[in-house]
């Protein structure tokens, strides 16, 4: 489980990165580089890092999901993906 702080900036990154994006689109476009550095880092899209929706880890996303490789197997496991079974033969 990831610590709540890491949560926390992980949110707090996407709510900057919303905030600046149509400028960041504007500056691009205007091809204005020394404007679009004098944003804040973290309005950068490229900073954001997956993490899973349930327990915070980073490693081992399933983008498709939204959920990492061990949440992802628990859960298919109990039933709760619609349209995952376990393989079997």
Known sequence: MAKESMKAR?????KVVAKYA?????LKEAGDYEALQKLPKNASPI??????KITGRPKGYMR????SR??????ANQGLIPG???ASW
């Open 84 to 86: 995952v079974r376990k």
């Open 22 to 26: 149509a400028k960041r689109k504007a």
């Open 10 to 14: 992980e949110v707090k990154r996407a």
């Open 64 to 67: 498709t999901f939204g959920l």
């Open 47 to 52: 900073r954001m890092h997956n993490r899973c």
């Open 70 to 75: 061990v949440m992802f197997r628990e859960m």
